[in-house]
């Protein structure tokens, strides 16, 4: 069965320092993958995805970046961080037609 | 603008009173459509989604939706709900031809459930 991990689970990060969230899917092949963010007290808002190795799209400008080494690895990156990118960030994948698989996300706090 | 309106922010009902989610969207054409639901801390759960057919959809946990096309709505009803039922509740609409598959969600309607 797939199987879609996130890690950390919780991050407190100072100011200006750099970031590093993986997702990994287990039991599917060149998915669709997706980043959003949950600000609290908001709704989903889908910062990038991928739609293969190598391929990714931005959605919004922001501070962030994401890469896709591998075709089952999805890593949001920032160099600097700032007080606005803390939030719930869920990593998700789309293999064939249907609903997007969600993993258990990874809290981030700015300090 | 593509978009996804859930008008209730917050939503109480008793335990074993019906319920009913309310989901708007503007969208080009068609969409499929879909909720979703999260407990506190976790990823979301698929409830039930609608592409074709049926306009009434039956999901897991007891939801059903259905989908309106004239009012371009979506709305969540379950007869009776439970109080593990309380979490947080999100809309979404999707295209149905494109490969990139980007889902649009509203800003989610929180369920608490009195005893």
């Known amino acids: 069965s797939q199987t879609i991990h996130q890690w950390p689970a919780t991050l407190v990060q100072p100011v200006g320092s750099p970031l590093s969230l993986e997702c990994t899917v287990e039991?599917?092949?060149?998915?669709?993958l997706y980043w959003y963010r949950q600000a609290a007290g908001r709704g989903l808002q889908l910062l990038f995805y991928?739609?293969?190795?190598?391929?990714i799209s931005s959605e919004v400008p922001q501070n962030l970046s994401a890469s896709r080494p591998q075709d089952r690895q999805f890593i949001l990156s920032s160099k600097k961080l700032l007080l606005s990118d803390s939030g719930f960030y869920l990593c998700?994948?789309?293999?064939?037609?249907?609903?997007?698989?969600f993993g258990e996300g990874s809290r981030l706090t700015v300090l | 603008a593509q978009s996804v309106t859930q008008p209730d922010i917050h939503i109480t009902v008793s335990e074993g009173a019906s319920l009913e989610l309310r989901c708007n969207y503007s969208?080009?054409?068609?969409?499929?459509l879909f909720w979703y639901v999260q407990s506190p801390g976790q990823g979301l759960q698929l409830l039930l989604k609608?592409?074709?057919?049926?306009?009434l959809v039956q999901g897991i946990k007891g939801f059903e939706a259905e989908f309106k096309r004239s009012q371009s709505s979506f709305n969540l009803r379950k007869p009776s709900v439970h109080w593990s039922d309380a979490a947080e509740y999100f809309c979404?609409?999707?295209?149905?031809?494109?490969?990139?598959?980007?889902?649009?969600f509203g800003s989610g309607t929180r369920l608490l459930v009195r005893p």
């Open positions: 998700a994948w789309k293999n064939g037609p249907g609903e997007l698989f």
């Open positions: 039991g599917t092949s060149n998915p669709n």
């Open positions: 991928s739609v293969g190795i190598g391929q």
């Open positions: 969208y080009g054409a068609t969409p499929y």
């Open positions: 609608y592409f074709s057919g049926d306009t």
């Open positions: 979404a609409v999707g295209p149905q031809m494109d490969s990139s598959y980007k889902l649009i």
